[in-house]
Structures are given as structure tokens and as C-alpha cells.
């Protein structure tokens, strides 16, 4: 909005001209969505204590956990509505792929919301029942992957790109790019889910890799920069940058809430709505294997999960104390902050080396 104006006035004005610079756009919109989110926390998560939203604590867990029971919970809507806030603030509206991303990430927000509201506000343990939660990802999933595939207007969009192999460009039938976006948007986002476990665990790596794909969406929607790097060129995808930097502002905002001890939680509204996020983009600047590497914690965390109930279904035996796994570290001794901040090193360098790719082709 404060972009379209400012190109209606910059024939007029001296100075507006350095708003048609998305690098520009891009700071702005992390200062906006972090400011917001300063703003606007402390109000949001007094209305969530005054309502007792608060968490349900396992008592099979770590002991420390058991003092995080009544914490505010759902605050991942303040993530939403920072990061819609900023891009609707400093994006070109007129992109097509920025109401792609903003529209999933939003249904599957919506989602997490009810299953949130089910469990905290009408006290329904179970939420929303399972397979419903992956009916309903799976409608948009599968919504935003055809809309991608049947919009594109490029080969690229719809080719498979490897890191490392420059001569690799697969065009994928439909079925094969639908699966590949299906499986990125709806997996990513319980991978991240499954993360939100420890106080800032989840949110800060999502930041990471957020301003990582802001990186990769300028550098793919640049002709002169995808060409250089050897990377797809996809038109409008640099627009994406303003949307990654409101997420990776509104991220850090939300941190500042939920570091150690946390005040407030993320639920389900903020996990499942930042996954698919990371999922849609990822697939939209064609580096999903990178994305991989990139939000290594989330895969890592997922893997976890499924090699404990594996294991415990095929022997009997449990691999770890607990899944995921950074609850195994801590019933080993370490204390929550030293787990965070381990894995948050981890997320570091897992982005740094998702990086290093633009240059090793």
C-alpha cells in the first residue's frame, strides 16, 4: 500500500525513487513487521492470559516443562498479522506470486488456529482430529500446487533444478510438480510443527531460513544475477523478498515474546502457517533440496519422531529418551537454553551451506 503511493507521488517528489528498490523495500519491511510485533505483543498476550489460553504441559516430559503449564498460547497470530501487515505495506500487490504465498500461508494458519481453539478454548484435548488437520492441509496444499503449476508462464517455474549441477533442468509433468509441492508445503509445515517444542527453538531458525529464500527470490527474479549465479530465472519472484523479510521481522519480534522463559507460545496458528510458508517459497524459487539442507533443525526434529515410532513399533525399543529430539538432550542433563542455542548454531551454518550453493555450480 505505502509502496503503491509512493509511486503514484515519485514523479513529483524527489526522493521517492529509492522506494522502487527492493532492497530498500526489504529493511523497511523488517523494521515494520519487527516494530509491529513490539508493539502489538504485550497487549496480545495479556488479552491470552485474561482468557486463560494457556498450555497443556505432557507430564511425561522433561520435569522444567511442567512450569511452562498456563503460558499464553496461539501467539503465532501475531506472526500472521505482522508479516501480512509489512508485505501488504511494501509490496507490489499486483505480483501474483506474493497473494500465492500470502494465501497459503493464511489456510494453513487458519487451520492451526482451529486446532488451537479446540484444544485451549473449548478445552477438546485432541483438537482437531488428525486426519481432518491433514484433510484440510492437504485441500490447500494440493489448491497451491496446481494454482503454481496451471499460472506458470515460464519453463523454469516448472523445472527441476539441482544444487551442484548446473546442466540438470528436468521439466516435470504435473503430477510430478504437483507431488513435489504437495509433499514440500505439507511437510515443511509439520516439520516445523513438530520443532515448536523448546522456547524459541522453532521460531528463530524460520527466521534463518526465511531471510535465506528472501536471498534466493531477489537473486531468481534478477535476469542479470540468476544468469550470473546459475540459477532459474523466474520472473516476479523478487518481489518474494519483501515477503520473506516480514517474516524473518516478524519472527524476530515474536522472539523477543518468546525466548527463554518464554511469555508466550506459538501453537499450531504460527508452526503450521510458517512451514508451509518456507514449503511454497522453496518451491516457487525452485531450491527445494536446498531448502532441505537450509531448514536442516525442522528435517532433523521430523526424522526423530519417525525413527522413534519406528523403532518402538518394530522392537519395542525407543532410539531416544524422547522425540523429537532436542527433549532427549535435555532428559540427558543439558538445560533447555544450552539445547536452543546448539540448535540455533546448527541453523546458522545449515543456511550458511544452503547459501554457499549459489556460488558452488
Known amino acids: 500500500m505505502l509502496y503503491w503511493i509512493t509511486q503514484q507521488f515519485a514523479g513529483r517528489l524527489t526522493g521517492l525513487h529509492v522506494f522502487s528498490y527492493l532492497t530498500f523495500r526489504a529493511i523497511l519491511a523488517t523494521a515494520s513487521a519487527l516494530g509491529l510485533s513490539l508493539i502489538v505483543g504485550p497487549p496480545m498476550i495479556a488479552r491470552l492470559s485474561r482468557y486463560q489460553i494457556g498450555q497443556v504441559v505432557r507430564d511425561d516430559g522433561p520435569p522444567t516443562h511442567l512450569l511452562k503449564a498456563g503460558t499464553p498460547t496461539m501467539g503465532g497470530t501475531l506472526i500472521l498479522v505482522t508479516t501480512l501487515v509489512s508485505t501488504l505495506l511494501w509490496a507490489e500487490l499486483s505480483n501474483r506470486l506474493v497473494w ?68 540438470f533442468h528436468e521439466p516435470l509433468t504435473a503430477f510430478g510438480f504437483v507431488l513435489i509441492t504437495y509433499l514440500m508445503i505439507v511437510g515443511m509445515s509439520n516439520a516445523v510443527n513438530l520443532t515448536d517444542g523448546l522456547d524459541g ?3 528463530m531458525p524460520a527466521a534463518l531460513v526465511s531471510a535465506a529464500l528472501g536471498i534466493f527470490a531477489y537473486a531468481s527474479g534478477n535476469a542479470v544475477f540468476a544468469r550470473y549465479l546459475g540459477i532459474p530465472d523466474i520472473h516476479g ?5 519483501i515477503f520473506c523479510a516480514s517474516l524473518a521481522g516478524a519472527g524476530l519480534g515474536f522472539l523477543w515474546f518468546n525466548s527463554y522463559p518464554a511469555q508466550v507460545f506459538m501453537g499450531d496458528v504460527g508452526a503450521l502457517a510458517i512451514g508451509a510458508a518456507i514449503g511454497v517459497l522453496a518451491v516457487i524459487v ?12 525442522f528435517v532433523l ?15 519395542g ?45
Open 317 to 361: 525399543r525407543r532410539i531416544f529418551r524422547m522425540a523429537p529430539i532436542p527433549h532427549h538432550f535435555e532428559l540427558k542433563g543439558w538445560a533447555e537454553p544450552k539445547v536452543i542455542v546448539r540448535f540455533w548454531i546448527i541453523s546458522l551454518l545449515l543456511v550458511l551451506a544452503g547459501l554457499a550453493t549459489l556460488k558452488l555450480r
Open 237 to 241: 519472484a523478487g518481489e518474494l523478498l
Open 301 to 315: 526434529e521430523t526424522a526423530s519422531v519417525i525413527l522413534q515410532v519406528a523403532s518402538f513399533k518394530l522392537t
Open 100 to 167: 500465492t504465498v500470502l494465501g497459503v500461508t493464511f489456510a494453513f494458519g487458519l487451520i492451526g488456529f482451529y486446532d488451537d481453539y479446540l484444544k485451549l478454548v473449548v478445552r477438546n484435548p485432541r483438537g482437531l482430529a488428525p486426519r481432518w488437520k491433514y484433510f484440510w492441509q492437504s485441500v490447500a496444499g494440493l489448491a497451491t500446487a496446481a494454482t503454481l503449476y496451471y499460472t506458470a508462464t515460464e519453463p523454469a517455474q516448472t523445472t527441476l533444478f539441482l544444487p551442484f549441477v548446473k546442466t
Open 201 to 203: 527453538l522453532a521460531v
Open 286 to 297: 525452485r531450491q527445494e533440496l536446498v531448502v532441505l539442507v537450509m531448514g536442516g533443525v
